[in-house]
């Protein structure tokens, strides 16, 4: 069984900006960390390019939808090569599959008898492309409109017939499937969704009438499909995309349900509701875990157009490179809570972490390695011993990082990794081998030392690979390691660092970020 990612299938109103760089690059750390555990990934990551919000974008620009969203999702699909995203499926909402997929799943949950013709009354988010509860005080602006919180726009009247979904059908189903504590990472959010099913959960209408940018509904004309209803059976039909038939009987036969859909805190509504009793309406799995992260801010501040602090993450990544962005996103933030991105503070971390103690920790074995043992690797001829303190440090530490990926807690797995180097460093301190050496009686235990350093530098470049893969391939070229491999355990053991290897002349791992202006050696 394979192990199936998603990203959320991104809007293609804009380009990519930070928040969905910060999503995909959170799932490609984990579709690798999964890959290194010897299993089998499909990753799959895509757009959304339906709706009200795309057709209003296109026609704002004087351009037909379509072409918009051939060169939106031309961006995405840029953007993430550029950040070097491993994914393995890109699913497109505009596709013939996709639309096919879509005819499939609606005959099967109108078999279900769980679709009917209602009436739509209420206040429409374009931003979000739903329907609010309004509350009286709380969301009427001074003019009497109701406006989103999260786009900061006034909400529109809407009065219409609909297609509607059962969804008050499946309210035991929903229950149960969110009283298990591990559907709904974190679990705070978890909380979130089970007061909100408490409520009691309302049909919702899945098509809308008078809107032309969307998939037709067969059978009921001028009805297109509610972007969401769509857009969600798009991870159905990136499992289906597999060069044969589309064809809704083959799921059963494919990698489907999903392990793990990771989504902002803002639609997990979407995915921990409307989407399972969509599922069990039409007779197929539900997906296996949500994760809802937090969102980003910049500077302390919501980012926003207007306010001129949107973080374009093509312009991060020219400015400082990928891998200190990759860290700071995933190590700095915890992924479940909201994180905030400061120049200052991004500064700071790069430099303590990268420069100064992974990379001098690696930078000063290296040298006195060269300098002490013929330009190698320490040999010696007794054995080495793995209850030695930096090999049960690492050892720990390994451990530490698996379990900590495995729930997506980047942050705790990344401040094991740098805790293991502060403490190799203060090792070297504390064994002060440069004063050893010059006691010929002393050099076997300098080579010692020096080869648990080099072992431990060797153990952090193995578990950097899900996080930031190139930092983590220099560090083991610079220890004449290969880094190109497929799982890791088999390299996750104390002392397979080759005795006697020749060590190249070392290079900063990492130039130290001066003014904001830095180039990733
Ligand atoms: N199209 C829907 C998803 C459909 S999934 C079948 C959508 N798209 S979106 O482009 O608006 O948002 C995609 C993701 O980006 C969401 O998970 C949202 O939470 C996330 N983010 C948007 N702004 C963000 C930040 N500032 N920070 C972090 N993530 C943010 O919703």
């Known amino acids: 069984m394979s192990f199936v990612i998603t990203t959320p299938l991104y809007y293609v109103n804009d380009k990519p900006h930070l928040g969905s760089t910060y999503t995909t690059l959170a799932c490609d750390a984990l579709a690798r960390f999964h890959r290194l555990e010897g299993e089998k990934v499909i990753f799959i990551t895509g757009v959304d390019e339906h709706g009200q919000k795309i057709q209003r974008k296109a026609e704002s620009l004087h351009t037909n939808p379509q072409q918009h969203c051939d060169q939106i999702t031309r961006s995405y699909i840029d953007q993430w090569k550029s950040w070097h995203i491993t994914y393995d499926r890109f699913v497109r909402t505009t596709s013939k599959n996709h639309q096919n997929l879509v005819n499939q799943f609606f005959s099967r949950v109108k078999s279900s008898n769980d679709i009917y013709i209602g009436h739509q ?134 990698e489907w349900p999903a392990s793990i859909h990771v989504i902002g805190k803002d639609i997990i509504r979407f995915h921990a509701v409307y989407w399972p009793a969509m599922l069990i309406s039409a007779g197929l799995e539900v997906p296996k875990q949500l994760f809802g992260h937090g969102f980003l801010t910049s500077e302390g501040r919501k980012m926003g157009k207007s306010l001129g602090n949107v973080l374009d993450p093509t312009q991060l ?24 991105f400061q120049q200052r503070r991004f500064i700071d971390l790069v430099n303590n972490d990268l420069a100064n103690t992974i990379g001098n920790m690696l930078n000063r074995s290296v040298s ?42 980047f942050h705790e797995a990344s401040s094991s990794i740098v805790n293991l180097a502060k403490y190799a460093n203060v090792f070297i301190n504390e064994q002060e081998p440069w004063k050893k050496i010059k006691d010929q009686s002393q050099t076997k235990e300098v080579a010692m030392i020096i080869y648990e350093v080099l072992e431990t530098a060797r153990i952090i470049g193995v578990m950097l690979t899900p996080l930031v893969p190139n930092l983590s391939s220099k560090i083991l070229t610079q220890l004449s390691c290969e880094s190109d491999y497929k799982e890791w355990q088999t390299k996750l053991q104390w002392g397979l660092l080759k005795q006697g290897s020749i060590l190249p002349k070392p290079e900063p791992l990492i130039t130290k970020i001066e003014t904001g202006i830095h180039n990733e050696k």
């Open 368 to 409: 006195m390695s060269r300098k002490w043992f013929n330009n190698s690797v320490p040999s010696f001829n007794y054995s080495l011993s793995d209850n030695s303190i930096l090999a049960t440090k690492s050892l720990d530490s390994i451990e530490i990082v698996r379990t900590n990926l495995r729930y997506l807690r």
């Open 317 to 340: 990544l020219k400015t400082y490179g990928n891998e200190p962005i990759r860290w700071f996103l995933l190590s700095d933030i915890q992924f479940g809570n909201d994180g905030d």
């Open 121 to 254: 009354t209420g206040w429409y988010c374009v931003g979000c492309e739903e329907y609010k509860d309004v509350e009286e005080d709380k969301d009427i602006e001074e003019d009497n409109k109701p406006f989103c919180t999260i786009h900061q726009k006034q909400l529109e009247w809407r009065d219409e017939e609909n297609l509607f979904f059962r969804l008050s059908k499946y309210q035991s189903h929903i229950e149960d499937l969110i009283a298990d504590n591990d559907f709904i990472l974190p679990t705070s959010r978890a909380n979130e969704i089970r007061n909100f099913v408490q409520t009691g959960l309302k049909d919702f209408s899945i098509s809308r009438v008078n809107l032309s940018w969307g998939i037709p509904v067969p059978g009921f004309k001028g009805h297109t499909f509610y972007v969401w209803f769509d857009a969600l059976l798009g991870y159905l039909t990136a499992i289906l995309d597999d060069g044969y038939e589309i064809d809704i009987e083959r799921l059963n036969q494919l």
